[in-house]
């Protein structure tokens, strides 16, 4: 039996990630410090991880190191980051010790002991940045904020690592994703998980600029079925867009939303890009606020990812509709917000 590692486990896709695995028989080894994972996320309907899953950081040597020389881990699934990007924009050194540091201490864990193969999750938002669509992985202009700029270093030291080392590592940028256990409750959640948040609790969603920014939107399920193909196939380093390879704007989803939750009183209402981080004003405050250019460049930023690499070696194309995706989203998380409701 195959022995994997998942950091990040307790979060939205490292949870689904142990789960897939464990229902393929993989022995699993789960791992979170629940910053931001949630034991919400370990319930599955036939099976509960949150007995079996350790408490603690990849930064770590100590455990990481006694983990990594009991088990002999086959593969390893790193997740575990700081994903938010104003989190990241408001600590930047903390971003920088979890999403690089670490990285690289699972790297050097990875590469004493033996791992066949590392899963790194990198990012869509390192492409900030390009003006060339799609964007293939080839192809990168440096990103500017703090948080695709730390995976975007995180996937250098991949890189050097394989190089050096000899060793098989995969780096998967993820394009936006969606899909059961979404966070919807953390003060910036994703777009998707926001506005089923907003319509559940009878408030208008806010959307910064007009809503026709463009996006691309993978489903949970298809990348994790991609999670699992790039340890089958291919050695050394890798870097592989996981994405629909097509587009939805903002409006167009939120509209989804709206007609599926059969929600309709409470329609969008559209604000400046300026205020896009107006929970975090320390952002704006100091000798050097954020330069409203860089917020612009967020919000109505354009992605559409090629996913032609991940079809020609691994043969994986995602499966799952917008409608279908959207509404598995929707089922999910409306029974955590209800839970939220009971549990204040």
């Avoid at 066949?116 to 293939?136: G, L």
């Avoid at 003060?187 to 089923?196: A, D």
């Avoid at 981080?277 to 050097?288: F, V």
Wanted: hydrophobic fraction near 35%.
């Amino acid at each position: 039996m195959k022995k994997c590692f998942i950091t990040g486990a307790a979060g939205f896709i490292g949870s689904q990630i142990a789960y897939h695995l464990y229902k393929k028989g993989y022995e699993v080894t789960l791992l979170d410090n629940f910053s931001y994972g949630k034991e919400d996320n370990l319930i599955f309907e036939d099976y509960d991880f949150r007995q079996e899953i350790i408490r603690g950081d990849i930064r770590d040597k100590a455990l990481i190191n006694k983990l990594f020389e009991k088990k002999k881990f086959d593969y390893v699934y790193h997740i575990a980051a700081i994903t938010p990007l104003p989190d990241c924009q408001t600590n930047p050194a903390e971003a920088v010790d979890v999403n690089v540091t670490g990285t690289v201490a699972i790297l050097e864990a990875s590469r004493v002991y033996g791992a066949e193969k590392i899963i790194f999750a990198s990012t869509s938002a390192v492409y900030e940045n390009n003006t060339d669509f799609p964007s293939v992985e080839d192809n990168v202009v440096p990103p500017s904020l703090i948080y695709p700029s730390t995976k975007y270093t995180a996937e250098q030291f991949c890189r050097a690592y394989a190089d050096t080392y000899n060793m098989n590592i995969v780096c998967l940028r993820f394009a936006n994703v969606y899909g059961p256990h979404l966070d919807c409750l953390r003060t910036q959640p994703p777009v998707t998980g926001y506005m089923i948040r907003e319509l559940f609790f009878q408030r208008n969603p806010v959307l910064h600029g007009d809503g026709t920014q463009r996006r691309d939107f993978v489903y949970v399920e298809d990348l994790i079925r991609l999670a699992e193909l790039v340890i089958q196939k291919g050695t050394g380093f890798d870097i592989v867009n996981v994405s629909t390879g097509t587009t939805v704007s903002v409006n167009e989803l939120m509209d989804t939303v709206i007609r599926l939750m059969n929600v309709h009183d409470y329609p969008p209402e559209y604000r400046e890009v300026a205020h896009f981080w107006h929970n975090y004003p320390n952002l704006y405050g100091g000798a050097y606020p954020i330069r409203e250019e860089a917020l612009a460049n967020e919000v109505t930023k354009y992605t559409e990812l090629s996913n032609a690499h991940a079809f020609e070696k691994y043969g994986w194309k995602p499966l799952t509709d917008l409608e279908t995706g959207v509404q598995n989203t929707i089922d999910f998380s409306l029974k955590i917000l209800e839970k939220s409701i009971q549990d204040n």
